[in-house]
């Protein structure tokens, strides 16, 4: 099987990242995006993905990290759309259930080709230390609409905003590893319609 792989670079006014994924890694993660709580959840994603990512962004911090997450989200999409390929022999479907001390995350993803994303999570803080947690949604919706998946992502219970967000990427992190396993058993392409 060849390897599986993506290089994205993105380059706005407001942005500019680089980024490589390998899907069939071990989880070697070198993120530095200027923004310390989400280089902590990017480095969990790529640990539980088993997915080897190397991120570098520069953004404008000065502003606030909006952009910079989502456009981080949005590069990753597309890194994850490309490096799958054709999708033959994948799993396409994928869903953990992921206990974090007081938080109960599940998240499933579909490969479909086509964008879905539902978020039934809030956070009881407006801040994680210095991070907005409205960007957890901002990013997740970036990789969904650009990697074109259904991800649907439901908080069952959980007081700490922390533990919550880390059972979101660690969660959906181990839903994509399951989504693009490929089965043996799967000679082609997961779908009735020949195509995804």
């Not at 942005?15 to 969990?44: A, R, Y």
């Not at 991120?55 to 890194?79: F, P, Q, S, W, Y």
């Not at 399951?178 to 000679?187: G, L, M, V």
């Amino acid at each position: 099987m060849s390897q599986r792989t993506a290089t994205i670079q993105r380059k706005t006014a407001e942005t500019e990242i680089s980024l490589s994924l390998t899907l069939d890694g071990t989880g070697q993660v070198d993120v530095q995006t200027g923004v310390g709580f989400f280089d902590h959840m990017l480095t969990l994603l790529g640990k539980h993905g088993l997915f080897d990512l190397t991120i570098r962004a520069k953004g404008d911090l000065e502003v606030d990290a909006h952009h910079t997450v989502e456009d981080t989200g949005i590069c990753l999409g597309k890194a994850l759309l490309q490096a799958v390929g054709d999708k033959k022999g994948i799993n396409r479907y994928g869903s953990m259930t992921l206990p974090m001390e007081d938080t109960l995350v599940t998240s499933a993803v579909d490969l479909s080709g086509r964008f879905w994303f539902i978020d039934k999570f809030e956070f009881p803080s407006e801040k994680i230390g210095e991070f907005d947690t409205q960007l957890v949604e901002v990013f997740w919706q970036a990789v969904a609409a650009n990697a074109l998946m259904n991800l649907h992502v439901v908080l069952h219970h959980g007081r700490n905003s922390h533990h919550i967000s880390e059972a979101i990427f660690k969660a959906t992190a181990r839903a994509l590893r399951q989504a693009i396993t490929i089965d043996p058993r799967q000679t082609g392409v997961p779908s009735s319609k020949g195509v995804l």
